[in-house]
């Protein structure tokens, strides 16, 4: 249900809410990263959770059946059996997840403040900043002329959001590609 609201009433409930808890409670400034990373962990959890329980359904019953009957308990199946044979499925819906967040704008743009200039790049979760997509997003609204050295900039920041995206799109093709490689058999199943 979570993946059917637009991402902008995503980000307007984000800073009603994240938002303003962080200013009551870390007494921060109003926008934050800590913000923005709250709002995008929230966005993907849908994206996470439904590949992973995809993967987990798709463990062969045989494999299930056979750990329960050498006597191990559910959880013991699910922790050696079933969440080893599911690996690879469950690390690409979190690498598809952050390629997802990689090119949210709306949301992240309503809680992280777009700070202009950006501001220089610190590891305090607490300060406000700007993301590429939103850097794009505002500066690419009619002020810049064709072939200008501003138009160029948007242009080469569009491209390196680009790549990052396609190199996240193909860790995660990799990693299903060894879908099931890693993944017991019942010969290797021995007495828990």
């Given amino acids: ?69 050498l006597g191990a308990t559910r959880w013991q199946t699910m922790v050696r059996v079933m969440i080893p044979s599911a690996a690879s499925g469950i690390m690409a819906s979190f690498l598809l997840a952050l390629g997802m967040s990689t090119g949210e704008t709306m949301a992240v743009s309503l809680v992280i403040g777009n700070a202009l200039p950006a501001p220089p790049i610190t590891l305090n979760p607490l300060v406000k900043s700007n993301v590429l997509t939103a850097l794009i997003a505002l500066r690419s609204q009619g002020e810049n002329t064709y072939g200008s050295p501003e138009w160029n900039a948007i242009f080469a920041a569009g491209f390196v959001l680009f790549l990052i995206t396609a190199a996240m799109n193909l860790m995660v093709r990799a990693v299903m590609a060894r879908r099931g490689k890693n993944a017991p058999s019942l010969s290797s199943m021995r007495r828990p």
């Avoid at 249900?1 to 307007?12: D, E, N, Q, W």
């Avoid at 709250?38 to 993907?44: H, K, N, T």
């Avoid at 959890?45 to 045989?62: F, G, K």
């Fill in 1 to 69: 249900m979570l993946t059917g609201f637009p991402s902008v009433v995503i980000g307007v409930v984000g800073y009603t809410v994240v938002c303003l808890a962080i200013v009551e409670y870390l007494h921060s400034p109003e926008y934050t990263v800590l913000a923005a990373w709250i709002v995008l962990g929230v966005m993907s959890l849908p994206t996470i959770a439904s590949v992973s329980e995809d993967s987990l359904r798709a463990v062969p019953n045989d494999l299930k059946e056979a750990s329960l009957a």
